[in-house]
């Protein structure tokens, strides 16, 4: 089967541009994540989707990230405006349902804000 | 809250030696968890994880970890190493409940650099 397909695979940009990711999951995993990993960190949940719908954003910066899942199969996440801090790979992750039988990675966007 | 620690950031060792990989959770209710493999410039992958039963869990390419509930960790170990298994690893937890909402909460990594 194919993997969670992720683009672009690099960007950089200058701070205060907007730049947008994509994520296609696995077909037919309902479960959808973006993870932040900065340089020398685990990743850290920036959002959940079940579906279409929302089910943790808590750590995500909601006044510049933004993201979106219509019909429930490929995604978007939105930095407006990025900040010098917002550099990290981001890495979308797809799961059937919930996480226990392991997450399913993307190859990640490596994202670099000068 | 739970949090994951990853006391080695790097763990250097020749090929064909053991090693073992520390993790310890903090946690105040029963936890799942779960070791990733990241090679450079790849995502992560799954390689082992404890949901119930058996301490000892075995994953693939030869890895496998020991759940020690009362030191709260679950490191992971290797009794031969390869070349190929350098690579960024890490642990991970998640509580037992919350079902579909349950996420994971990832350790700072640790890189495995296996020298021949």
């Known amino acids: 089967e194919a993997g969670v397909a992720q683009s672009p695979r690099y960007k950089i940009i200058e701070k205060r541009q907007s730049v947008a990711f994509w994520c296609n999951p696995i077909s037919g995993h309902a479960t959808l994540y973006w993870y932040q990993q900065i340089l020398g960190q685990g990743p850290k949940l920036l959002i959940q989707f079940q579906n279409n719908g929302v089910v943790d954003d808590s750590q995500l910066p909601k006044d510049r990230f933004s993201a979106e899942r219509l019909k429930g199969v490929d995604s978007t996440l939105k930095i407006q405006p990025a900040k010098l801090e917002d550099s990290a790979v981001y890495l979308c992750?797809?799961?059937?349902?919930?996480?226990?039988?392991?997450?399913?990675f993307g190859s990640g966007t490596q994202l670099s804000v000068l | 809250a739970q949090s994951v620690t990853q006391l080695d950031s790097q763990v250097p060792v020749f090929e064909e030696a053991p090693v073992e990989l520390r993790c310890n959770y903090s946690?105040?209710?029963?936890?799942?968890l779960f070791w990733y493999v990241q090679y450079p410039n790849q995502g992560l992958q799954l390689l082992l994880k404890y949901l119930s039963g058996s301490t000892l869990v075995k994953g693939i390419n030869g890895f496998e970890a020991e759940f020690n509930k009362s030191q709260t960790s679950f490191h992971l170990r290797k009794p031969s190493v390869h070349i190929s298994d350098t690579a960024e690893y890490f642990c991970a937890v998640s509580d037992l409940y919350g079902g579909a909402t349950n996420k994971l909460i990832f350790g700072t990594g640790t890189l495995l650099a296996v020298q021949p």
């Open positions: 946690s105040s209710v029963s936890v799942y």
């Open positions: 992750a797809s799961s059937p349902w919930d996480i226990f039988g392991g997450l399913f």
